[in-house]
């Protein structure tokens, strides 16, 4: 299993290709050799932990096909149980040591949470709150400052927090976790996909 620099190499170069639109066109990476070969086994270089948004799927964002990345999509890209179980799962039994919390620029679950604490709404199912009331500790302080005068700047700074959150979250949220980092070079970074110029921008927790 590469490494966790290596895999972060080659989540850049595949958003390059993305953003360039110099796509693999041969369609090897999903074609039916590739499937036969990974029936029997997988080897996902990356796990990605990234927002449900039907605008940011991460194998199309980093060009990459079957068999590449364990992907685990939830609204908001936030840290729960599962999500922390599932991130377990995949560096245990596969190796991987590249763990990516992608969020992205206007993020609905951000901006229903930015709602909430503005105009609190009795409304909301209680699923849809537990997922505002993850997102709601990263941001309700933003809210306290000078940016509540500048909406943009709010959202924009409300996503970078909620990410950084999370990946925060992730890096303390188990024993197991904690090992594989500290013991097996395992590596959480946060990144922010930009919906406008397709970009991703790593931005928390990457090495020097
Ligand atoms: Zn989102």
Not at 8 to 17: D, F, I, K, M, P
Not at 36 to 41: L, P, T
Not at 66 to 73: A, H, K, N, P, S
Request: with cysteine; charged share 25%; proline share 4%.
């Amino acid at each position: 299993m590469e490494s966790a620099s290596e895999a972060l190499g080659r989540l850049r170069e595949g958003n390059r290709q993305f953003v360039s639109e110099v796509w693999r066109r041969d369609g090897a990476q999903s074609n039916q050799a590739r499937r036969a070969e990974v029936a029997a086994s997988q080897e996902p270089f990356a796990i990605i932990l990234g927002c449900s948004d039907s605008r940011v799927p991460a194998e199309i964002v980093f060009d990459q096909g079957l068999g590449d990345l364990f992907v685990i999509r939830v609204a908001g890209n936030i840290v729960a149980p599962s999500q922390i179980g599932s991130v377990e799962f995949a560096a245990t039994q596969f190796g991987t040591r590249l763990v990516v919390i992608l969020g992205h620029s206007q993020c609905g679950a951000i901006l229903a949470t930015l709602d909430e604490l503005r105009q609190p709404s009795e409304s909301r199912s209680h699923t849809i709150r537990s997922i505002v009331e993850r997102i709601r500790p990263s941001v309700e302080p933003l809210l306290a400052t000078e940016l509540a005068n500048d909406p943009e700047a709010l959202v924009e700074q409300s996503v970078r927090a909620n990410i950084r959150a999370s990946a925060s979250q992730l890096r303390h949220g188990s024993d197991i976790v904690e090992e594989l980092i500290e013991k097996d070079g395992l590596l959480i970074v946060g990144a922010e996909y930009s919906l406008e110029t397709g970009k991703v921008e790593f931005f928390d927790g990457v090495p020097e």
